[in-house]
């Protein structure tokens, strides 16, 4: 069976600084990973994927994430923190193409200070 | 143009009573989804609908009733609302063949 698992339920980090959220997963197939955002009161938005192409992945906003095979880590990265980067992020994993079922970590909330 | 939408955004009831959540994909997609977020944030698959057919159904009660009409739609509907039911609910949907799920903007359901 699938699972994610998200080490750190609320982050914290000073404006400017590295941002790092931790994602770690378990699959019996080559998996699809996934990093959604949420904002307060609104639904999920994809940040980035990794669909068994090229392991550094870019996503929008200026975030990325590596996938390693080796780990079963696909961590969330961004050089340097925005306040509007405040939000819940979700890690994810499905079994690919024709997939029924995303499997959600239980999110981290990441807090920026100013 | 919301690529995917549920109405109501916002639904508060008593206990006992029926209710449903509507939803609608513009992308063509062919396979639909519930989720549930509990307050912890926490979100868990309902149900999986691929060209109309339930696919997944994860352990729901019986009280919970997904209807997909067609392809562009999965509504939701709850019988004998319980206070244990508050929680957000998402619809998402994708295509085989592409790999990321698209989420709408929820329905906070409130039981009192």
């Known amino acids: 069976a699938q699972s994610v698992t998200q080490l750190g339920s609320h982050v914290s980090v000073s404006e400017g600084a590295l941002v790092l959220l931790r994602c770690n997963y378990s699959?019996?197939?080559?998996?699809?990973l996934f990093w959604y955002v949420q904002y307060p009161n609104q639904g999920l938005q994809l940040l980035l994927k990794?669909?068994?192409?090229?392991?550094l992945v870019k996503g929008i906003n200026g975030f990325e994430a590596e996938f390693k095979k080796s780990e079963t880590s696909f961590h969330l990265t961004k050089p340097s923190a925005h306040m509007s980067d405040a939000a819940e992020y979700f890690c994810?994993?499905?079994?690919?193409?024709?997939?029924?079922?995303?499997?959600f970590g239980t999110g981290t909330r990441l807090k920026v200070l100013a | 143009d919301t690529a995917v939408s549920q109405t109501p955004k916002y639904l508060v009831t008593q206990m006992g009573n029926d209710k449903s959540i509507k939803c609608e994909q513009n992308?063509?997609?062919?396979?639909m989804y519930w989720y549930k977020q509990d307050s912890k944030k926490f979100l868990k698959i309902m149900f999986s609908?691929?060209?109309?057919?339930?696919?997944i159904n994860e352990t729901v009660p019986n009280r919970f009733s997904p209807k997909s009409p067609d392809k562009a739609h999965l509504n939701l509907h709850i019988n004998s609302l319980e206070l244990g039911d508050s929680a957000v609910y998402f619809c998402?949907?994708?295509?085989?063949?592409?790999?990321?799920?698209?989420f709408g903007q929820g329905t906070r359901l409130t039981v009192v």
């Open positions: 998402a949907s994708s295509h085989e063949g592409r790999t990321e799920a698209f």
């Open positions: 699959s019996s197939v080559p998996p699809y």
């Open positions: 990794y669909t068994s192409a090229a392991t």
């Open positions: 994810a994993v499905s079994e690919g193409i024709r997939t029924y079922k995303y499997i």
């Open positions: 992308l063509g997609h062919d396979t």
């Open positions: 609908y691929n060209n109309k057919e339930l696919i």
